[in-house]
């Protein structure tokens, strides 16, 4: 079964400083993968996601990018941290094994930007 | 586009009361539904999903959902609350390639 690890699990950066958060994931091959970010009392918002290595799909526009150099690792990036980036940041995988569709959750990690 | 709404932002029971978590869905095509769970600070759990056959599942920790077309709604319950069921709950729709989408989530209370 697939693992999914991420880290730090709790990062605190001051407005303007850049941000890298990277995703891995054991146990499947060439998994979509997804960045989820889930504001304080909110559900999950998709930033990115990816079918394959290089392959970055954007969904809100934002401070944030997303870069896959390998098949089973999912970077996040800013260059310029706001103070809106704090959040909880998720990471996901999607198998795509047949019959199913269901993703699978890292742990996370808490951002807090001062 | 999909959508999904969880109309109870905060519910709170007592411990062995019965529970029904509230899930309205928008979508154009037969939906993937699913409910996490999320404890504080951590990751989501998958309690169960539904993709098609039996509108009722059934889920890990005696949780189940019913899955209705007509009223576009997957409700979640359980007969019997246990204090370690407080947590956040989330409903999910998703469409193909695995992208979903998330309700606002519900924030469970059990009071002792």
């Known amino acids: 079964s697939q693992t999914i690890h991420q880290w730090p699990a709790t990062l605190v950066q001051p407005v303007g400083s850049p941000l890298s958060l990277e995703c891995t994931v054991e146990g499947t091959s060439n998994p979509n993968l997804y960045w989820y970010r889930q504001a304080a009392g909110r559900g999950l918002q998709l930033l990115f996601y990816?079918?394959?290595?290089?392959?970055i799909s954007s969904e809100v526009p934002q401070n944030l990018s997303a870069s896959r150099p390998q098949d089973r690792q999912f970077i996040l990036s800013s260059k310029k941290l706001l103070l809106s980036d704090s959040g909880f940041y998720l990471c996901?995988?999607?198998?795509?094994?047949?019959?199913?569709?269901?993703?699978?959750f890292g742990p996370g990690t808490r951002l807090t930007v001062l | 586009a999909q959508s999904v709404t969880q109309p109870d932002i905060h519910i709170t029971v007592s411990e062995g009361a019965s529970l029904e978590l509230r899930c309205n869905y928008s979508y154009g095509a037969t939906p993937y539904l699913f409910w996490y769970v999320q404890s504080p600070g951590q990751g989501l759990q998958l309690l169960l999903k539904y993709f098609s056959g039996d509108t009722l599942v059934q889920g890990i920790k005696g949780f189940e959902a019913e899955f209705k077309r007509s009223q576009s709604s997957f409700n979640l319950r359980k007969p019997s609350v246990h204090w370690s069921d407080a947590a956040e709950y989330f409903c999910?729709?998703?469409?193909?390639?695995?992208?979903?989408?998330f309700g606002d989530g519900t924030t469970l209370t059990v009071k002792p």
């Open positions: 996901a995988c999607f198998p795509g094994l047949a019959g199913r569709n269901e993703q699978f």
């Open positions: 990816s079918v394959g290595i290089g392959q």
């Open positions: 999910a729709v998703a469409e193909g390639a695995g992208k979903s989408t």
